[in-house]
């Protein structure tokens, strides 16, 4: 275990719904990370997260809401989508100090849109 | 833009044997490298890492290789081992200041037995 966890694994929702996918790392870390993973795609950045603020949106449609309350826990919250936004959704928490930049990857939510 | 690539989409190796995987990159600025392991169903784990002002770095049983000079990185994984059947991806810090890292698209590892 790398000591970042997701939920749920995996979530199959209509093109309406409303869900939420929740991530949380016990790492201590201070910065958290949302990336998509598509089929024979490299991971993409959707956002960055540094002692809760928001430092990086990297183009993501606003369909896609990420939240942030606190340090240890990250949450994407889902509206509306798309089939093409059928993907693997990867969390991720690193230290911001002491130029270290390894990222502590969850699990990942596999997510299916019909 | 600048991006991080992979030479070889897939690689099938005895099991017993090593392995070499490959990595392009187009930054000459970047300054960290790192390699992950992803398994099927689950998230990418660490496996080593290189900053820049080191050739050579060496882990248990993997090592990773920088070549400035021609913008290359590679993973050498000694007697490979049917749990070291995974995709493998190498990322890179462009920005030192954004601590943020690309990701090249992955290379299949198979180990045959």
Request: charged letters at 15%.
């Amino acid at each position: 275990e790398t000591g970042v966890t997701q939920t749920p694994r995996h979530l199959v929702m209509g093109m309406t719904n409303k869900k939420s996918l929740k991530c949380e790392q016990h790492l201590g870390h201070n910065a958290m990370y949302w990336y998509k993973q598509s089929a024979k795609k490299p991971l993409e950045l959707m956002f960055v997260y540094n002692f809760k603020e928001q430092t990086e949106n990297n183009s993501v449609p606003s369909r896609f809401s990420p939240e942030c309350p606190n340090s240890s826990h990250l949450f994407l919250h889902l509206h509306t989508l798309q089939p093409e936004d059928s993907a693997l959704y990867l969390c991720a928490s690193s230290s911001q100090g002491g130029g270290v930049y390894e990222q502590y990857f969850g699990p990942g939510t596999r997510l299916t849109v019909t | 833009g600048e991006s991080v690539g992979l030479h070889l989409p897939t690689l099938s190796v005895q099991e017993g044997d090593n392995s070499i995987i490959n990595c392009a990159y187009s930054n000459s600025a970047s300054d960290y490298f790192i390699w992950y392991k992803q398994e099927s169903g689950k998230g990418p784990q660490f496996i080593i890492d290189i900053r820049s002002n080191m050739d050579k770095r060496q882990g248990q049983r993997v090592t990773v290789l920088l070549n400035k000079t021609v913008k290359h990185l590679s993973l050498q994984i000694a007697a490979t081992q049917p749990g070291d059947s995974a995709v493998y991806f190498c990322a890179e810090n462009q920005d030192g200041s954004a601590r943020q890292l690309t990701f090249g698209s992955g290379t299949q590892l198979t180990v045959l037995p």
